[in-house]
């Protein structure tokens, strides 16, 4: 299964504020970049996800955002680092926004 061009179009638009935006689709999903860098992905479902670790991850699981996990050849699961936008963010793109330019922030400072 493929991203729909409106899950993109959403998600797009509930970052329309974070500076130079732009998007790939990438492995049925769409990876999101602020000035070349990645911040957030949509998955083939249009579930959204910000990249995160450390203090940041812990912020957003303190919201309820959970961690993208997957299941590996093997059987094993594995975590790529992206965690759910908090559902609070799903409909005001200023909150959405908001996570995003955190995200990047720790992102930055090498988190």
Known sequence: ???SD?????TLELFEAVPNLTKRKMMGGAVFYSDGQVF?????????YLKASGAFAEEL???GAEIFTMTNKDGSTGSMGYWTLPDAALDAPE??????LR???FLQEGG
């Open 1 to 3: 299964m493929s991203i």
């Open 6 to 10: 409106a899950d993109i179009a959403f």
């Open 40 to 48: 957030a992905l949509t998955s083939s479902s249009g579930q959204i």
């Open 61 to 63: 699981a303190a919201e």
């Open 95 to 100: 909150e959405a926004t908001r996570w995003a």
């Open 103 to 105: 995200g990047l922030s």
